[in-house]
């Protein structure tokens, strides 16, 4: 069960007589994100993200497992998130999931698994016998708004630093070794999915901002959600509530979001390389 307190009239009306000024109310520019900072964990695929007040873990792990009927040659990807009161105190960890969490989860199936970010051919052992099931469990630590920025910047960074044991086939026969015989194998990931949130406050879409906080996203009418990677590749896209938006819209909140998945491309690769020099 979600309780969330809803920020109150006052609180409401400062913030957007703020933004028809062109004023957020933490100092940022209107298209600006939080600070963003990613550290790599000793072991692979645990990283953990702060945007802001934002804070998120992310694990990712992998067993071996029989796949899917329809696809007997490829491995499985799946994801989890949980939000509890830890992060916020309107949330109850073991309950019901909320729709948060489901969002977050929806969002992270479009974006890794249906725009191919990972090779799932690649995860397959012994074609309808054996495949990696690959897991990322997502654990929020503190709700400062924007979860979906945050969870997809864990997520792929997360899959990127993560590396599975080496198995060798022998006829029908699978033997994986453990990484202290064998030198583990990186997942392989063919592009890395970055989600771009704004938040908009009035219904003909003019009054829009970048990475909304979390008293932002309270009062925001809609939310657009674009999804790009660093070859420029659109990758998914989501809305929802509000008005429709025009075309010029979209293509201005493209053109920023373009510039900040490479600024966000460069900190998640500067993250690895710390990662692996340490």
């Given at each position: 069960m979600?309780?969330?307190?809803?920020?109150?009239?006052?609180?409401?009306s400062f913030?957007?007589?703020?933004?028809?000024k062109?004023?957020?109310?933490?100092?940022?520019?209107?298209?600006?994100y939080?600070?963003l900072?990613?550290?790599?964990?000793?072991?692979?695929?645990?990283?953990?993200?702060?945007?802001?007040?934002?804070?998120?873990?992310?694990?990712?792990?992998?067993?071996?497992?029989?796949?899917?009927?329809?696809?007997?040659?490829?491995?499985?990807?799946?994801?989890?998130?949980?939000?509890?009161?830890?992060?916020?105190p309107?949330f109850?960890?073991?309950?019901?999931?909320?729709?948060?969490?489901?969002?977050?989860?929806?969002?992270?199936?479009?974006v890794?698994?249906?725009?191919?970010?990972?090779?799932?051919?690649?995860?397959?052992?012994?074609?309808?016998?054996?495949?990696w099931?690959?897991?990322?469990?997502?654990?929020?630590?503190?709700?400062?708004?924007?979860?979906?920025?945050a969870?997809?910047?864990?997520?792929?960074?997360?899959?990127?630093?993560?590396?599975?044991?080496?198995?060798?086939?022998?006829?029908?026969?699978?033997?994986?070794?453990?990484?202290?015989?064998?030198?583990?194998?990186?997942?392989?990931?063919?592009?890395?999915?970055?989600?771009?949130?704004?938040?908009?406050?009035?219904?003909?879409?003019?009054?829009?901002?970048?990475?909304?906080?979390?008293l932002?996203?309270?009062?925001?009418?809609?939310?657009?959600?674009?999804?790009?990677?660093?070859?420029r590749?659109?990758?998914?896209?989501?809305k929802?509530?509000?008005?429709?938006?025009?075309?010029?819209?979209?293509?201005?909140?493209?053109?920023?979001a373009?510039?900040?998945?490479?600024?966000?491309?460069?900190?998640?690769?500067?993250?690895?390389?710390?990662?692996?020099?340490?």
């Amino acid at each position: 069960m979600v309780v969330e307190i809803p920020p109150s009239n006052i609180e409401a009306s400062f913030l957007l007589e703020s933004l028809r000024k062109g004023i957020r109310i933490d100092g940022r520019g209107i298209y600006d994100y939080r600070t963003l900072k990613i550290a790599c964990g000793p072991t692979y695929g645990l990283v953990e993200v702060q945007l802001g007040q934002t804070r998120v873990l992310a694990r990712v792990s992998c067993e071996v497992t029989r796949p899917f009927p329809d696809r007997p040659s490829e491995g499985i990807v799946q994801f989890n998130a949980e939000l509890s009161s830890l992060a916020a105190p309107g949330f109850d960890s073991g309950g019901k999931p909320s729709v948060q969490e489901v969002a977050v989860v929806r969002m992270l199936e479009r974006v890794v698994r249906q725009s191919r970010a990972i090779d799932t051919e690649a995860l397959c052992i012994l074609s309808g016998e054996k495949v990696w099931a690959v897991r990322v469990d997502l654990h929020f630590l503190d709700h400062g708004g924007n979860l979906i920025d945050a969870a997809s910047i864990a997520t792929i960074t997360a899959l990127r630093h993560f590396k599975r044991p080496d198995v060798t086939v022998d006829g029908e026969e699978a033997i994986i070794h453990d990484v202290r015989e064998r030198n583990p194998v990186p997942l392989s990931v063919h592009h890395t999915p970055i989600c771009v949130s704004f938040g908009f406050f009035d219904t003909a879409g003019d009054l829009a901002l970048l990475d909304p906080s979390l008293l932002e996203e309270q009062v925001q009418i809609a939310s657009y959600t674009i999804t790009l990677n660093s070859h420029r590749e659109i990758c998914a896209l989501n809305k929802a509530g509000g008005a429709p938006l025009s075309a010029e819209q979209i293509q201005r909140c493209t053109q920023i979001a373009l510039a900040k998945v490479d600024e966000i491309s460069d900190k998640i690769q500067e993250a690895l390389k710390n990662s692996a020099a340490a």
